[in-house]
């Protein structure tokens, strides 16, 4: 038999102070683990449902500068593309293709037209006899004014003679040497001629402003006249159809050789020298929106940027046509090119915000579910500016807060709602 080493062995005993201290530090840790458990639990019953943290997205509130912007979509157009009008009924005669390219002034189309081209040729032989009207009388006037000035003339050589006869009257000796009725006579003769002397010369002033006015009225119907047909020759003129700018011809509108009444639209011309971008704005953000705000524009891998230049004031389908121009035009443009655009609405510093995502719409931005110890917890808030990718907070949250910001959708409006891990 081989002896053990039990009879080797003791047991000792420890000291009763440290039995107690290990009791403690276990009796702590048990309470403390019952304390979350029973806040585990409290928070577990006061909820009604449980979803997985793996199908939210939480993001935390934090303060900081918000640029209230807005995306949209457009695309590149020409910035000059006029449609040329018949400006006359009559029947159009085409003289270019779409597709081809034109010079400024070139003739696009000639429309004829028999009543504008009668009303030209009728205007022209008015103004042509008013025009030899007017020459005869000046003719006219100066014959007159010649007889005038005769009569007048004549009176005063009149006046003269028996001038001269009454002086060599009075020279001779007067009244003792010429019987007083030739005397008398000479003086009534001088008197005569006198007045016949003014009133002729009176005459003469009053027939040449009369023929002078008569030439002046004949002038102004031929300046009327001169206008009526310069009119009727402009008419004309756009039957001719002529290319505004350089450019090519984008669509016709009408077939060769058809009739067409006034004012119907014959071809676009476009102008791809000089490009914008036509943006569709969704009509929320109109009252925003001004001329002369900054647009970043995404073409591709490129950025751009331009100023909103023109507004339209049309909701259509919910959206607001704008127009915006470059600042820098870029290379390799197209005309219908999709592109993307950011508006630069405002930028507010230091607000307290955070991420945007679908909790925004879910309940119109009044309610939000902030996260805490494993509990989404339903609130009131307010919101107040919002960009692309933050959106700014009013009330009902504070810094550091963890808020779901998309994946709210399924917790069904319930006040609590447990997230698993």
Do not use: C
């Amino acid at each position: 038999m081989i002896r053990d080493t039990s009879a080797q062995d003791k047991v000792i005993s420890a000291p009763t102070h440290q039995r107690n201290k290990r009791l403690v530090i276990w009796g702590g840790a048990g309470v403390v683990a019952i304390i979350a458990v029973a806040i585990l639990l409290s928070n577990w019953r006061g909820s009604s449902q449980s979803v997985s943290g793996s199908r939210l997205r939480i993001a935390t509130v934090t303060h900081g500068t918000l640029v209230r912007d807005a995306s949209v979509n457009g695309k590149v157009v020409a910035a000059i593309s006029p449609t040329l009008y018949s400006t006359a009924v009559g029947t159009v005669t085409l003289k270019v293709s779409a597709g081809d390219t034109v010079k400024k002034g070139a003739i696009l189309a000639e429309v004829e037209s028999p009543d504008i081209t009668d009303q030209f040729k009728r205007e022209q032989s008015n103004y042509e006899q008013l025009e030899a009207e007017v020459a005869r009388q000046q003719i006219l006037a100066k014959k007159q004014k010649l007889l005038a000035r005769r009569d007048a003339d004549q009176a005063e050589i009149e006046r003269g003679a028996a001038e001269l006869t009454l002086q060599r009257i009075d020279k001779a000796g007067g009244l003792g040497v010429i019987p007083k009725n030739d005397y008398m006579k000479a003086q009534d003769a001088l008197r005569s001629a006198e007045i016949r002397s003014k009133h002729a010369a009176a005459a003469a002033e009053l027939e040449i402003d009369d023929v002078a006015l008569e030439l002046k009225t004949k002038q102004s119907q031929l300046q009327r006249q001169r206008l009526a047909l310069e009119y009727a020759k402009r008419r004309v003129d756009e039957l001719k159809v002529r290319a505004p700018v350089d450019g090519f011809i984008g669509s016709l509108s009408v077939a060769n050789r058809s009739v067409v009444p006034a004012n119907t639209a014959l071809m676009t011309l476009v102008d791809l020298s000089v490009l914008e971008v036509e943006l569709e704005i969704p009509e929320t953000y109109v009252a925003d929106l001004g001329l002369g705000m900054a647009v970043e524009i995404v073409i591709g891998d490129t950025k751009a940027v331009g100023k909103l230049s023109a507004l339209s004031p049309e909701v259509v389908k919910n959206q607001v046509l704008a127009r915006v121009r470059f600042n820098t035009q870029p290379a390799g443009l197209r005309q219908s090119q999709r592109v993307s655009a950011r508006l630069l609405i405002e930028e507010k510093p230091n607000v307290m915000m955070v991420a945007r995502g679908p909790f925004v719409e879910n309940e119109g931005g009044r309610y939000a579910y902030v996260v805490e110890n494993g509990v989404a917890e339903r609130r009131p808030i307010r919101l107040g500016g919002t960009s692309v990718s933050a959106v700014e907070i009013l009330e009902g949250l504070k810094d550091g807060d963890k808020v779901v910001i998309a994946g709210s959708d399924s917790f069904e409006g319930a006040a609590r709602v447990s997230i698993n891990n």
